[in-house]
């Protein structure tokens, strides 16, 4: 796995949950982003093997991740953590960032930011977001 990208979740709604089930499930690596105690331990429950914990306060404590990071899938539940998120990962990847949001926050704020796709619904399946680039070439 060390040669290849994974693929980075924010998970705080269901929505993310289950995208992160469907790559456990569909042998995709994927690292999970998260910012306090209670969000590493309910991920950590769902199975993530790498779950990076940043300080989204602490701007000097953005380090790039031991893992190489693909491209990002952010589900927004708080328009200010996905775009502290947003910051955090956009130095990290020069590839896709993907926000899913439910609301109806300024798709422009997030592009402005450096998101290359802002996907609006209110779908609990996401399937459709793995692509080919991510499934594991045998």
């Excluded at 209670?38 to 000097?60: C, D, P, W």
């Excluded at 953005?62 to 927004?76: D, H, Q, R, S, T």
Aim: proline share 4%.
């Amino acid at each position: 796995m060390a040669d290849r990208d994974v693929v980075l979740v924010s998970a705080p709604n269901i929505a993310g949950e289950q995208f992160m089930k469907l790559l456990k499930k569909r042998d995709i690596p994927f690292a999970a982003i998260v910012n306090n105690i209670s969000q590493y331990e309910r991920i950590a429950a769902l199975g993530a093997e790498n779950i990076i914990v940043v300080n989204t306060t602490k701007e000097e404590s953005w380090m790039i991740p031991e893992v190489a990071v693909g491209k990002v899938y952010l589900f927004e539940k708080s328009l200010t953590l996905c775009c502290r998120y947003v910051q955090i990962c956009r130095s990290w990847t020069s590839k896709p960032i993907y926000v899913v949001t439910g609301s109806h926050n300024p798709r422009h704020v997030y592009k402005g930011l450096g998101v290359d796709y802002v996907i609006r619904s209110n779908a609990q399946e996401f399937g459709f977001l793995i692509t080919d680039d991510l499934k594991v070439k045998k």
